[in-house]
């Protein structure tokens, strides 16, 4: 079993930028492939990228796409969500979790284990 914790959350202006960052401890974190989703009140917890468990392939919701970066350091056992050029509809909760399915996964279904998110609101 692997516990997340996120943080790194706040917020910002329409432009800026924020580093999510999710802390992994139990289990060998190497072990997982990992996710950031998100939700926002009202809707659905969407996929916005995920990481295979080297770090070799990355996948991005097209809406972040060129926006937002993540990496992971297994050393630190951590995964990161770099997000620049906020906008107010990246407005949400969001969730880093962790799948122990091979490659890079976007289904919150494939996932195994949640943190319990953190807030970014995105002030226009």
């Known amino acids: 079993q692997v516990q997340l914790a996120e943080s790194g959350g706040g917020l910002v202006q329409a432009g800026g930028s924020l580093r999510l960052s999710c802390a992994a401890s139990?289990?060998?974190?190497?072990?997982?492939?990992m996710g950031w989703f998100r939700q926002a009140p009202g809707k659905e917890r969407e996929f916005v990228a995920g990481?295979?468990?080297?770090?070799?392939?990355?996948n991005y919701a097209d809406s972040v796409k060129g926006r937002f970066t993540i990496s992971r350091d297994n050393a630190k056992n951590t995964v990161y969500l770099q997000m620049n050029g906020l906008k107010p509809e990246d407005t949400a909760v969001y969730y880093c979790a962790a799948t122990l399915w091979l490659g890079v996964r976007s289904s919150p279904s494939q996932y195994d284990y949640w943190g319990q998110g953190t807030q970014v609101t995105v002030s226009s």
């Open positions: 990481i295979s468990r080297a770090g070799g392939s990355t």
């Open positions: 139990g289990r060998t974190f190497s072990s997982y492939g």
